[in-house]
């Protein structure tokens, strides 16, 4: 049986219009091999739901009528492959997603859990934003972080990784239209963002110093070291339970004992025992301190 359970899977999937759609997905197995022939990427792990509303999007911006025809379409337009692809990895994004999360974290959590990581003389935090689109999630964690480390001699280093070079270029830019930023506390806007042209705006190189982007692959690739803080917001939800247990496995290896794991709000998960709940509310779960791992990190690795 699962460990992990995600309470999402509860919710009845949105209903779809059937009418472009084959009843059966006979044909889903020759559409997946023929994107992973072309574009390398493997979507076997994401939920039939999801295939389905992204393939049925898929249908009616190419003007085919089944996924036969679309099929056919993508041997003669390959970069429709690409197209597919990032349809389906779905980048919607915001900065303070959820903002009772960051608030929290900032209010309720950071202040001692930093303090004991200062009091163990720790000088640098790990932090890993997994499928972090066009970079609103890491940088939320950079302005909520900057201060409270600062203060107290620690230097967060924030890994934020999605299999999308797509979204990948822009987050790297860290240029925003002025509308995406209206989730962001106005004193973090004030002191972190400067207007680099009429209603466009840019992260000051300070915080976008706290940032290293990097390609990664949760499902194919291993796990990229070892964190005090992961967060792994809204992707679970978009995968097959077994690819969920999967992935859950590998996060859970890489984040050291007391350290934190924070889902997105529709992805509670019932632990196995290396994983407490600390805020039902908020999907914040905290790695027990294994007996023999009396540090907040466990002994460097070879080759990372
Ligand atoms: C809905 S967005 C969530 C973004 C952000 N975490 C948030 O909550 O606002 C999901 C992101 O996960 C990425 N993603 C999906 N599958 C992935 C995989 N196998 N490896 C890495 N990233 C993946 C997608 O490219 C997408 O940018």
């Known amino acids: 049986m699962n460990q992990f359970f995600l309470s999402s899977f509860n919710n009845s999937p949105r209903r779809i219009d059937q009418k472009l759609l084959p009843r059966k997905l006979n044909h889903f197995p020759t559409l997946l091999s023929l994107i992973q022939r072309l574009t390398g990427f493997d979507a076997r792990p994401y939920r039939d739901s999801t295939l389905k509303r992204r393939l049925e999007l898929r249908l009616q911006a190419t003007g085919c009528r089944n996924i036969q025809e679309y099929i056919n379409y993508i041997r003669n337009n390959q970069e429709e492959a690409f197209n597919f692809k990032e349809n389906l990895l779905i980048h919607v994004t915001s900065f303070f997603r959820d903002r009772a999360v960051f608030t929290f974290l900032e209010r ?19 932090v890993w934003s997994v499928g972090c ?21 620690i230097h967060p280093v924030i890994l934020a990784t999605d299999v999308s070079p797509r979204v990948l270029a822009k987050a790297r830019e860290a240029i925003f239209r002025q509308r995406e930023l209206r989730n962001i506390p106005k004193f973090y806007r004030q002191i972190y963002f400067s207007e ?40 679970l939800i978009f995968l097959r339970p077994e690819a969920q247990e999967q992935v859950l496995r590998k996060i859970i290896q890489s984040l050291v004992g007391g350290g934190l794991l924070l889902l997105g709000n529709s992805e509670r998960i019932n632990p196995n025992g290396s994983l407490e709940l600390l805020s039902a509310r908020h999907c914040l779960y905290q790695k027990r301190q294994a007996s023999s791992q009396g540090e907040v990190f466990p002994p460097k690795r070879g080759k990372k």
């Not at 959590?109 to 935090?125: N, Y």
């Not at 970079?135 to 107290?152: D, N, V």
């Not at 990097?214 to 070892?226: A, I, M, N, S, T």
């Open 196 to 235: 680099i042209k009429p209603g466009i705006w840019r992260l000051c190189p300070e915080l976008r110093r706290l940032v290293i982007f990097r390609q990664h692959d949760l499902l194919q690739e291993e796990v990229p070291g070892f964190f005090d803080f992961i967060v792994l917001r809204n992707l």
């Open 133 to 153: 689109a066009s970079g609103e999630e890491p940088y939320s964690l950079a302005m909520i972080l900057h201060q409270p480390t600062l203060k107290r001699g």
């Open 108 to 126: 309720k959590v950071f202040p001692d859990w930093l303090d004991k990581l200062a009091s163990r003389q720790r000088r640098l935090l790990r």
